[in-house]
């Protein structure tokens, strides 16, 4: 039987707005002196929560991982168009925010559940001939994008204070949120883009039980082989 280390397995990090999923790879790699690290799902910089990042042998369940369906929280800006459909981007469009409540919006909301093809937004890290996207986008060009087939399982606002909405969603891997909160904008006619977002489940992990990673990178070793899944729990789950 093949053995594990006390390092291969996952770690469940708990991402600053800033860092790039890959900055936190690349801190937990220099900080420990791991050779394989590797994250599962890609979170944007301003988007914080839950990364799951596997060490070690436990770089080989990513695809597995990286599958599951997820869990966000956030909140949307009515009112504003962007290029890249949140708050990162350079505004395109803004309008006056029409007279709705919270059940309208839901209303609205509702109809996002279940199947979706989904485009992606041009500002975004899709490679079409080996080339992201988002480079594409920074030079001016725009072309046509394959539709993706994703799943809403529930979406839901919780509060709204124009021209804020909070809310949560369910849905599969791959989702753009971003990408749900610019189409509903333009269907409420005033144009909308994300302004917050963070994961707060993946699978079976809950961002609750996940840590800082500021605390990560104190650690010590010993200390980082305590907060360690196995690779062995992490392939039964």
């Not at 709204?160 to 269907?187: M, W």
């Amino acid at each position: 039987m093949q053995e594990f280390s006390a390092l291969d397995g996952a770690i469940l990090i708990d991402k600053p707005a800033g860092p790039t999923s890959h900055d936190v790879v690349d801190a937990i790699r220099r900080r420990f002196q791991i050779k394989k690290v590797g994250h599962c799902g890609t979170l944007d910089p301003n988007a914080t929560g839950l990364l799951i990042i596997v060490l070690g042998r436990g770089t080989k369940l990513s695809e597995k991982l990286m599958g599951d369906d997820k869990v966000y929280e956030g909140t949307i800006k009515f009112g504003e168009t962007t290029d890249s459909y949140d708050c990162d981007g350079e505004i395109t469009a803004s309008l006056p925010v029409p007279p709705v409540t919270l059940d309208q919006l839901n209303e609205e909301a509702a109809k996002f559940v279940g199947d979706l093809m989904q485009i992606p937004p041009m500002v975004s890290a899709i490679k079409i001939k080996g080339v992201p996207l988002y480079k594409m986008a920074r030079k001016g060009i725009e072309i046509e994008r394959e539709p993706r087939l994703v799943h809403i399982y529930n979406f839901r606002f919780t509060g709204y204070e124009q021209p804020l909405g909070a809310f949560k969603i369910a849905c599969t891997k791959g989702t753009y949120v971003r990408s749900i909160a610019h189409d509903l904008g333009q269907k409420l006619g005033c144009g909308a883009h994300l302004a917050t977002l963070r994961r707060s489940v993946s699978g079976k992990f809950d961002v609750a039980d996940a840590t800082t990673l500021d605390a990560v990178l104190n650690l010590t070793t010993l200390e980082l082989e305590k907060k360690v899944i196995p690779f062995l729990k992490l392939s039964l789950s």
